[in-house]
């Protein structure tokens, strides 16, 4: 390869940011624009009985009041990836709910004034009946007789009964052990929180008849093709969808909301105003996507020795009142197949219900039911350890899949077909445990202990599934999703010699006009700054299917490689042309295209362009250009890894956690950019630790969201952390040409059971064995003092 | 409706406004100047930090009748004759941002940080930006950025 890829370079979007120039959603203005507020219900369960918006509609200021009886024409949102395999007794939102609620914060009715001030005052005088009905909120007990029932096709609240791998021969395992250790865990409600929160601009030409949507979206392709083809049953063509500078997304931004709609069909009613929406932070919490919210127990079955026989696993997962775009899809095929671990664990089975409660949606927050796995599984090691006396890096290292076993597949056909790409799992464990010195951290944790001090050092080795692709893996082969999942690129050398990339993915903080930049121009031998990337506007881009899945380097930049190579290919023919050569007698090295063996003799890519543009003199049954669209899609997915260590202390009087270091190291495979693969795993990292430690979205039993807003929901801040430090070994992914794995979610994947590893060792001396996230000071000293021991 | 006077940027805008209207605003949609964000209107996530009077305030805790008569500097006035300003290049160089919608806030602590303690230690820059909320960055690069602009206005390079 040439010289762009892998330099830590800065990033070209930069710039515009860092000077307040780059335009967000809500910084959008358009002529004659008029403002929307949403009305939401206040109850978690209700039937509407009925509404009236005639005091609203004659507030100063409104130009419209409508509520979900105005849009009965548009189908409901459609629910895009189903489990695989069983049935989904699916419910999902309307553009605004008609007759019933089944969370806070669903919406209702909508205000349209000519300020943002104005519609919001309007809100007040909307008047609805509601017939309130009782709740239920936990996942579990929402499957429990006697409680509320939410919809009538899913009885006992059950979306979808999900099952992987192989139930007899874990029993058979677990009967045969020589321990079993069982746990019951929680992996919490989490509030993803984007810092830009959710938008929507829709204008409707009443001359053409079609909409342009401005919107928030982590993957505008997919918003116009669902809002098309499945709420408002029209033509593709008739709908532009754009996404400005997406202030983070970290998975929300995926989804089609019932806002995104509602400006589009609401411009209509209006006779083409645009109409902007933009969620307030409450809002952004109450109707936006959740996480995680998985209620597990698990028996994990060893040897003496330290060797894991078998794992089964039974999960209730809240799915919220209503389905989200990808809702089953997260806690079965993203969670349930990713339960082996790094692990050679020999019998695997798990059961998931995903039930529906009284509590809002849940869906894919980064990570997305890989963070829950592999938090189960790192929590069954360290209890094996424990159970069995053994130091936890010794009971990974005796049961991880060896180098020479990739690609792999893992047991009881939990992959359902697909295989680990490769890996070397005691690699990025024994380079972690000299960068922290492991042994001497044992020796200052004893001495620490002796003085009185609870010190803990905790770990986690994982591997994620990344690149989410082969199209006909998720489809066709029975995981259920209801599309395609490849990439699309289009590169075009242009006459002056620059390059323009589009892509079908969607930038909302990733850095895809650097590194996408740099692939292009590592191999084309030009300069990253003659390279722009476009995206994010279905008018100027081939269909793709946006960013998520730590896919857009994976997938998205092999489509751009792949375009690249064949623009080469033309090159070699358009140069050798002009160099009065055969084809087969010339190279491409360094941008120039030259005779083999003779160098001095060379026509630059920039020369060729201009050629093959112009088009005066070109091989005969050459087209004139350089220009080729690729659609990627994978054979497999890739398979990041690495082992995380965090060292906490623990404060004995208050439950306080501090952690005093945490080391990541990561094997991403190739990196386009070291700069933006530490800032990825800095951030994911994070987000892990506020799961850890202190984030959680708390419901009450009358399904009132209690932890919604900022003041309540505790996201971590500068003071609470300290450095990241981080490393790497580095596998190529032997899925695609650069051997990149991707590492988006990698930080987020591995993080939350590090640090929880970190402080049950910590308070080993007490026996404890678990507690559920986040450790907070008050669950960690009611830990301490729970076993007798008073705390001492 | 109230009028009032502000220097945003070293230019002087008068305008008729509603009392009840936030400085936040007033910025993005009187002045257009929309490089301050709204991550929370609540007082909690600094996206909206600008300095006022040289003082970084949350512009969505102020009412604009507040600023009357007050110096602003919105994060579009920080660069001069188009060069950036030390903190805005550390945020570049050391890649401070990721999505960068903290970001605009986040530069207008820092400034206003190392202007009360030029030399600050990481502690200190962590507690000078606990008002400043990030979901990207995990702060790590955020730290180093604003300790390259402290090296920089030290008189490094
Ligand atoms: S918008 Fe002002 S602090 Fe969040
Ligand atoms: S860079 Fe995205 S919130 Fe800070």
Redo the contacts with the bound molecule.
């Keep these: 390869m040439g010289k762009a890829i892998g330099q830590a370079i800065k990033r070209k979007e930069d710039p515009r940011l860092i000077t307040g120039q780059a335009k967000y959603l809500d910084d959008i203005q358009l002529p004659g624009m008029v403002y929307a507020a949403v009305l939401r219900s206040p109850y978690a369960h209700a039937n509407i009985k009925s509404i009236d918006t005639s005091e609203a509609e004659s507030q100063p200021g409104v130009v419209g009041v409508f509520t979900g009886k105005d849009f009965a024409d548009l189908n409901p949102l459609p629910c895009a990836w189903q489990a695989g395999g069983v049935n989904n007794n699916a419910n999902t939102p309307r553009t605004l709910e008609i007759d019933k609620v089944t969370f806070t914060g669903a919406g209702v009715a909508v205000v349209v004034a000519e300020s943002r001030y104005a519609a919001e005052d309007a809100l007040q005088y909307i008047h609805v009946d509601y017939e309130v009905l009782p709740t239920v909120v936990d996942a579990k007990k929402a499957t429990e007789p006697g409680a509320p029932q939410l919809h009538e096709n899913a009885p006992n609240n059950i979306c979808m009964e999900w099952t992987c791998g192989d139930e007899a021969g874990t029993d058979k395992a677990l009967g045969e052990a020589d321990v079993v250790v069982k746990q019951a865990i929680r992996n919490q409600r989490l509030l993803p929180t ?2 830009d929160s959710r938008g929507a601009i829709g204008i409707y030409s009443p001359v053409s008849e079609d909409y342009t949507v401005y919107m928030t979206s982590q993957c505008p392709h997919i918003m116009r093709l669902l809002m098309t083809a499945f709420v408002f049953g029209m033509p593709e063509s008739k709908m532009r969808c754009i996404s400005p500078h997406v ?2 997304g970290f998975g929300t931004k995926i989804f089609l909301y019932p806002e995104y709609c509602m400006v589009a069909a609401v411009s209509k009613k209006l006779g083409g105003l645009p109409v902007k929406w933009m969620e307030t932070r409450r809002e952004n919490y109450v109707a936006t996507s959740h996480g995680r919210d998985h209620v597990t127990e698990f028996e994990v079955a060893a040897k003496s020795d330290g060797t894991i026989t078998g794992l089964k696993v039974e999960t209730y997962a809240n799915l919220g009142g209503i389905l989200s775009t990808i809702a089953p899809g997260i806690p079965t095929t993203l969670y349930g197949r990713m339960l082996s671990g790094v692990y050679k664990i020999p019998n695997i089975y798990c059961k998931v219900y995903g039930t529906y409660t009284n509590t809002g949606m849940v869906d894919a927050y980064r990570g997305a039911g890989r963070p829950e796995a592999s938090y189960l599984v790192e929590r069954a090691v360290d209890l094996v350890a424990q159970e069995l006396g053994m130091d936890p890096t010794e009971v990974r290292r005796k049961n991880f899949i060896p180098p020479e076993a990739f690609p792999y597949a893992p047991a009881s056909n939990i992959l359902n077909g697909l295989k680990y790409d490769s890996g070397n799992y005691a690699g990025a464990l024994d380079k972690a445990l000299e960068l922290i010195d492991y042994k001497n951290l044992r020796k200052e944790q004893e001495e620490a202990r002796k003085a009185g001090r609870l010190m803990g050092i905790g770990f986690s080795s994982y591997v994620e599934i990344c690149g989410v692709a082969p199209s006909a893996w998720v489809g066709l082969n029975g995981e259920g999703w209801g599309a395609g999942l490849w990439e699309s690129a289009n590169v075009r050398v242009h006459l002056t010699g620059q390059v323009v990339v589009t892509t079908g993915s969607q930038p909302h ?1 990733q850095g895809h006009e650097t590194t996408m930049a740099q692939i292009a121009a590592d191999l084309l031998g030009m300069d990253v700054a003659d390279v722009r990337v476009e995206h994010s506007d279905t008018l100027g881009t081939p269909f793709g299917y946006g960013t998520y899945g730590s896919r857009s380097a994976t997938v998205g930049g092999t489509a751009i490689y792949n375009s690249v190579q064949k623009i080469i290919e033309k090159a070699k023919k358009i140069g050798a042309h002009m160099l009065e050569a055969a084809p087969e007698d010339v190279t491409f090295e360094d941008g120039k295209v030259f005779v083999k063996g003779s160098p001095d003799k060379a026509k630059t890519i920039q020369e060729v362009a201009l050629a093959a543009a112009v088009a005066y003199d070109l091989p005969a049954g050459t087209e004139p250009f350089l220009d080729d669209t690729t659609y990627y899609d994978p054979p497999n997915c890739t398979y990041p890894f690495g082992t995380h260590v965090c060292i906490v202390e623990v404060d004995k009087d208050s439950g306080h956690v501090q952690i005093k270091r945490y080391l990541a190291v990561d094997d991403v495979g190739k990196k386009i950019n070291p700069l933006i693969v530490d800032g990825q795993i800095h951030g994911g990292v994070v987000q892990g630790v506020g799961q850890a430690l202190w984030e959680g979205a708390m419901y009450d039993d009358n399904g009132q969201l209690v932890s919604g807003s900022l003041m309540d929901y505790a996201l971590p801040k500068a003071h609470y952390l300290p450095m990241i430090e981080t490393d790497s070994t580095e596998t190529p992914s032997p899925v695609n040409p650069m051997g990149i794995k991707g590492a988006g979610e990698a930080g987020t994947i591995a993080s939350a059971q590090a640090v929880v590893n970190a402080v049950v060792d910590a308070l080993a001396p007490y026996g404890i064995k678990h507690i559920d996230m986040p450790l907070t000071p008050q669950k960690v000293w009611e830990a301490i003092h729970s076993n007798g021991n008073g705390g001492n | 409706m109230t009028e009032i006077t502000v220097n945003v940027n070293g230019k002087s805008y008068t305008r008729e406004i509603e009392p009840r209207m936030l400085l936040v605003h007033f910025i993005r949609d009187v002045l257009g100047l929309t490089g301050t964000n709204i991550g929370c209107e609540t007082s909690v996530c600094g996206a909206c930090t600008i300095l006022m009077d040289g003082q970084a305030v949350k512009s969505c805790t102020q009412l604009a009748v507040q600023a009357d008569g007050s110096d602003v500097t919105t994060i579009e006035g920080l660069a001069s004759n188009g060069d950036l300003h030390p903190v805005q290049e550390g945020f570049w160089e050391k890649h401070g ?7 605009p806030g ?1 530069i207008m602590s820092g400034v206003d940080l190392l202007k009360n303690n030029p030399n600050p230690t990481e502690d200190e820059i962590r507690h000078g930006i606990e008002g400043n ?5 995990g702060y790590h690069n955020i730290v180093k950025a604003i300790q390259y602009a402290a090296e920089k206005m030290q008189g490094g390079n």
């Design positions: 984007p810092m202030g983070g903080g | 941002l990721q999505c960068g919608y903290c970001t986040m909320l990030c979901r990207c960055t």
